[in-house]
Protein backbone atom coordinates (compact mmCIF):
# COMPACT_ATOMS: atom_id res chain seq x y z
CA UNK A 1 0.00 0.00 0.00
CA UNK A 2 1.78 3.45 -1.25
CA UNK A 3 0.63 6.66 -2.24
CA UNK A 4 3.29 8.64 -4.13
CA UNK A 5 3.27 12.61 -4.31
CA UNK A 6 4.57 14.55 -7.32
CA UNK A 7 4.89 18.03 -9.04
CA UNK A 8 6.70 20.09 -5.96
CA UNK A 9 9.42 22.34 -6.70
CA UNK A 10 10.15 25.97 -6.39
CA UNK A 11 8.10 28.64 -7.70
CA UNK A 12 7.51 32.30 -7.34
CA UNK A 13 4.94 34.60 -5.43
CA UNK A 14 1.94 33.99 -7.49
CA UNK A 15 3.09 31.01 -9.38
CA UNK A 16 0.87 27.86 -9.67
CA UNK A 17 1.94 24.54 -8.92
CA UNK A 18 -0.20 21.42 -9.70
CA UNK A 19 0.57 18.31 -7.42
CA UNK A 20 -0.43 14.59 -7.97
CA UNK A 21 -0.67 12.11 -5.91
CA UNK A 22 -0.95 7.89 -6.95
CA UNK A 23 -1.74 5.30 -4.79
CA UNK A 24 -0.45 1.50 -5.26
CA UNK A 25 -1.97 -1.35 -3.61
CA UNK A 26 -5.53 -0.08 -2.86
CA UNK A 27 -8.30 1.53 -4.63
CA UNK A 28 -8.92 5.25 -4.04
CA UNK A 29 -12.40 4.75 -4.79
CA UNK A 30 -13.58 3.92 -0.62
CA UNK A 31 -11.66 6.56 0.49
CA UNK A 32 -12.31 10.48 1.26
CA UNK A 33 -8.39 11.95 0.24
CA UNK A 34 -6.82 15.10 1.70
CA UNK A 35 -3.89 17.25 1.29
CA UNK A 36 -1.94 18.48 4.17
CA UNK A 37 1.23 20.34 4.67
CA UNK A 38 3.33 21.14 7.39
CA UNK A 39 6.03 23.78 7.45
CA UNK A 40 9.16 24.00 9.31
CA UNK A 41 8.90 23.72 12.95
CA UNK A 42 4.98 23.80 12.67
CA UNK A 43 2.39 21.09 13.10
CA UNK A 44 0.71 19.42 9.80
CA UNK A 45 -2.01 20.88 8.81
CA UNK A 46 -5.26 20.05 6.55
CA UNK A 47 -5.02 21.97 3.53
CA UNK A 48 -8.05 20.60 1.79
CA UNK A 49 -10.09 17.65 1.40
CA UNK A 50 -12.63 15.49 -1.19
CA UNK A 51 -15.03 13.11 -0.19
CA UNK A 52 -15.37 9.51 -1.75
CA UNK A 53 -17.32 10.32 -4.91
CA UNK A 54 -15.78 13.38 -5.45
CA UNK A 55 -19.41 15.85 -4.79
CA UNK A 56 -18.08 17.72 -1.46
CA UNK A 57 -15.21 19.79 -0.63
CA UNK A 58 -13.61 21.65 2.28
CA UNK A 59 -10.43 23.96 2.31
CA UNK A 60 -8.37 25.28 4.72
CA UNK A 61 -9.26 29.45 5.01
CA UNK A 62 -5.95 30.41 3.95
CA UNK A 63 -6.08 28.23 0.90
CA UNK A 64 -9.76 29.22 0.13
CA UNK A 65 -10.28 30.75 -3.59
CA UNK A 66 -6.44 29.81 -4.71
CA UNK A 67 -6.30 26.21 -4.43
CA UNK A 68 -8.40 23.30 -6.21
CA UNK A 69 -8.47 19.69 -4.79
CA UNK A 70 -9.79 17.34 -7.68
CA UNK A 71 -9.58 13.49 -7.76
CA UNK A 72 -9.40 10.67 -10.80
CA UNK A 73 -10.81 7.42 -9.56
CA UNK A 74 -10.23 5.43 -12.46
CA UNK A 75 -6.43 6.78 -12.81
CA UNK A 76 -6.55 6.37 -8.81
CA UNK A 77 -5.47 9.60 -8.55
CA UNK A 78 -5.44 12.77 -6.54
CA UNK A 79 -4.27 16.26 -7.57
CA UNK A 80 -3.53 19.76 -5.50
CA UNK A 81 -4.29 22.80 -8.06
CA UNK A 82 -2.11 25.82 -6.09
CA UNK A 83 -2.66 28.85 -7.58
CA UNK A 84 -1.98 32.61 -6.18
CA UNK A 85 1.06 30.82 -4.52
CA UNK A 86 2.34 32.78 -1.40
CA UNK A 87 5.32 32.80 0.75
CA UNK A 88 3.60 31.06 3.40
CA UNK A 89 2.26 28.66 1.42
CA UNK A 90 6.35 26.89 1.49
CA UNK A 91 5.60 23.37 3.42
CA UNK A 92 6.18 19.49 2.39
CA UNK A 93 2.49 18.57 1.32
CA UNK A 94 1.46 15.02 1.52
CA UNK A 95 -1.34 13.25 0.76
CA UNK A 96 -3.90 11.16 2.66
CA UNK A 97 -6.72 8.47 2.19
CA UNK A 98 -9.55 8.16 5.05
CA UNK A 99 -11.59 5.08 5.12
CA UNK A 100 -14.38 7.72 5.22
CA UNK A 101 -17.05 9.00 2.92
CA UNK A 102 -16.96 12.27 3.54
CA UNK A 103 -14.30 15.16 3.20
CA UNK A 104 -12.23 15.42 6.59
CA UNK A 105 -9.74 17.61 7.52
CA UNK A 106 -8.66 15.78 10.71
CA UNK A 107 -5.57 14.33 10.65
CA UNK A 108 -6.42 11.37 13.31
CA UNK A 109 -8.88 10.31 10.60
CA UNK A 110 -6.30 8.78 7.75
CA UNK A 111 -4.76 5.81 7.57
CA UNK A 112 -2.36 5.91 4.30
CA UNK A 113 0.05 9.29 4.05
CA UNK A 114 2.36 9.70 1.26
CA UNK A 115 5.59 10.56 2.27
CA UNK A 116 5.29 13.98 1.19
CA UNK A 117 6.36 17.18 -2.03
CA UNK A 118 8.67 20.38 -1.21
CA UNK A 119 6.98 23.27 -2.18
CA UNK A 120 8.69 26.37 -1.69
CA UNK A 121 7.04 29.60 -2.81
CA UNK A 122 9.44 32.69 -2.84
CA UNK A 123 8.64 36.20 -2.46
Known amino acids: VQLVESGGGLVQAGGSLRLSCVAS????????IGWFRQAPGKEREGVSS????????QYADSVKGRFTISRDNAKNRMYLQMNSLKPEDTAVYYC?????????????????WGQGTQVTVSS
Open 25 to 32: GFTLNYYA
Open 96 to 112: AAAAFSSPTMQRSTYTY
Open 50 to 57: ISMTGDRT
